[in-house]
């Protein structure tokens, strides 16, 4: 079956940097595009970045210029470099696979001290 293992969350101080790795197993990982998503406490999951099977890359107005997503299909793992964090980045975030019947990963913590 298919399963998504995020990892690389943790403690930073603002202004540092973290990167997120989700690793998919159970699908060829090269067909799928992927998203990071992210979740607040008391708020909605949204979308952070998302990129394309063919490398098309989009980002959440709030943080444009600071993450970057990216793929690499030999190792089946998408990224999220996330540079210059800010306290407002605090969330669990989540790596997503979009099908019909969207997959996610298990979420990992990232909080950002000020």
Do not use: H
Request: hydrophobic share 35%.
């Amino acid at each position: 079956q298919v399963q998504l293992v995020e990892s690389g969350g943790g403690l930073v101080q603002a202004g540092g940097s973290l990167r997120l790795s989700c690793v998919v197993s159970g699908t060829i990982f090269s067909l799928n595009d992927m998203g990071w998503y992210r979740q607040a406490p008391g708020k909605l999951r949204e979308l952070v970045a998302a990129i394309t099977r063919g490398g098309t890359t989009n980002y959440a107005d709030s943080v444009k210029g600071r993450f970057t997503i990216s793929r690499d299909n030999a190792k089946n793992t998408v990224y999220l470099q996330m540079n210059s964090l800010k306290p407002d980045d605090t969330a669990v975030y989540y790596c997503k696979l979009y099908r019909t019947l969207d997959y996610w990963g298990q979420g990992t913590q990232v909080t950002v001290s000020s």
